[in-house]
């Protein structure tokens, strides 16, 4: 399972910072209140990659960027939920993937829009194991 957390953190800070870079320099000129459209232009740019195979366990199905929220959509390929400690795997995941998102540099202009990035995982038959809102406001008080 560490595996997975970590490749996951690998390939989601290239893939954001890739295609963030492109919307860096428009946001300095404004500041817009919800930035619905430039999230939803960066999930269609991801989106048209997908899916992708993160590691031998995990699959990135889709992106959703919406208001002012950014959603990945995972799917563990090898595991059902009956499977899985939730509870466990939501203790190990949610402290990496805040730590990922309040330091990484590719996930800098997600903390300058002061958005929700949001990791929802699912199992092999696409069942919901857990989702995982952070908060990049929350980035601030690390």
């Known amino acids: 399972m560490n ?8 390939v989601v800070g290239a893939v954001g910072g890739a295609v963030l870079g492109r919307w860096a320099v428009d946001g300095m000129f404004s500041k817009p209140t919800d930035y619905t459209t430039v999230l939803m232009e960066v999930a269609n740019k991801i989106n048209s990659n997908l899916p992708m195979t993160i590691d031998s366990e995990t699959e990135l199905l889709s992106t959703v960027g919406f208001k002012n929220s950014f959603t990945y959509k995972y799917k563990l390929i090898n595991y059902n939920v009956s499977e899985i400690d939730v ?3 939501k203790d190990e995941m949610m402290p990496k993937l805040q730590n990922s998102v309040c330091t990484s540099e590719s996930m800098s202009e997600f903390r300058k829009m002061k958005i ?9 038959s696409h069942k919901e194991i857990a989702e995982f809102p952070v908060d990049t406001r929350s980035c601030e008080k690390i």
């Not at 595996?3 to 690998?10: D, E, F, G």
């Not at 929700?116 to 092999?124: G, H």
Request: overall charge positive; proline content about 0%; hydrophobic content about 40%.
């Open 3 to 10: 595996k997975i957390i970590t490749n996951v953190l690998v």
């Open 87 to 89: 509870e466990k795997f």
């Open 116 to 124: 929700v990035v949001k990791y929802s995982y699912s199992d092999s």
